[in-house]
């Protein structure tokens, strides 16, 4: 019969074979409406065919996983993994959207991803698991000349009426959803106005700017220059926390996936702890 990786490939070639067949004229309609009719499954076991091929090479190559930022708190769960296991060769890809997150791990090009799930109208496939592994509470960074740069800490209520500026935001994202949730909720003044330069010049320009202040992650990493006079404060009354899920495919036989799991369930520090907030779809566990 041949090894796994040939008969994979050989159901590959047969499905992409019947894609070409359905983009054939009407004076073909009746073989075209059949190939309609099959086409749907046949898909399936192109994705299976593909996590065949994945899965007899999963011996010879990294474990591979997706972050949105490599300056976020998923990045710096990564990091500490690779500390506690370095004899494990580890990728990190950083995919857009969720949708193309999912597709890279049913395919499997990418092993596991880092997103904040489910949305509302997007729920997770069937055969995709999940696992919340960080509560990341927001931060406020303020310049040295904001209402609120002296605060030790700042009630989430006192925020309303401030303009926090995140040009970020990309409508459609998961994140977006998160900030639309906490804006209805506590009547905030969320912009995501002009183009977004990455984050440098967006501390450059909360530096330069008293009325305008941000979210941050507290996980997040960075760095700025001393004049800046950044400040990092503490979001109180509730704390908002970003809910950071683990995805993978059921079926998944990379080895080492299993040793992430297991040292992201070490390490986390539980969630929907009291006095925090998260939107009402994050999956709980």
């Known amino acids: ?48 065919a593909e996590r065949a091929v994945a899965s007899v090479r999963t011996g010879r190559r990294p474990l591979r996983v997706d972050v949105i930022a490599s300056r976020g708190a998923a990045a710096g769960l990564l990091r500490g993994f690779h500390r506690a296991h370095p004899e494990i060769d580890l990728d990190v890809v950083m995919l857009f959207d969720i949708e193309t997150a999912v597709a890279a791990i049913r395919s499997g090009a990418i092993d596991a991803s880092f997103r904040a799930v489910a949305v509302p109208g997007r729920p997770l496939p069937e055969d995709i698991e999940s696992v919340r592994v960080l509560d990341e509470p927001l931060q406020l960074l303020t310049g040295p000349a904001h209402a609120l740069a002296a605060a030790r800490s700042v009630p989430l209520a006192q925020l309303a009426g401030h303009r926090i500026w995140m040009p970020g935001i990309v409508p459609g994202t998961e994140w977006a959803a998160y900030y639309d949730d906490l804006v209805a909720e506590f009547g905030l003044t969320i912009e995501a106005t002009g183009p977004n330069f990455g984050s440098d010049a967006l501390l450059d320009t909360i530096a330069d700017t ?76």
Do not use: K
Not at 13 to 22: A, I
Not at 32 to 46: D, G, I, M, N
Not at 235 to 248: A, C, F, K, N, R
């Open 1 to 48: 019969m041949g090894s796994p990786e040939t008969v994979a490939s050989q159901l590959i070639e047969f499905v992409s074979t019947c894609g070409r067949t359905e983009r054939i004229t009407s004076t073909r309609y009746a073989a075209a409406s059949s190939t309609s009719v099959f086409l749907p499954h046949a898909r399936e076991l192109l994705r299976v």
């Open 210 to 285: 008293p009325a305008l202040a941000t979210f941050m992650g507290g996980h997040t990493r960075l760095v700025w220059p001393a004049g800046h006079g950044l400040r990092r404060i503490p979001v109180t009354d509730p704390t908002p926390v970003y809910p950071h899920s683990l995805l993978w495919h059921r079926d998944n036989p990379h080895p080492a996936l299993a040793t992430l799991r297991a040292y992201l369930a070490a390490t986390a520090a539980g969630h929907d702890a009291a006095g925090t907030w998260a939107p009402s779809w994050v999956i709980p566990r």
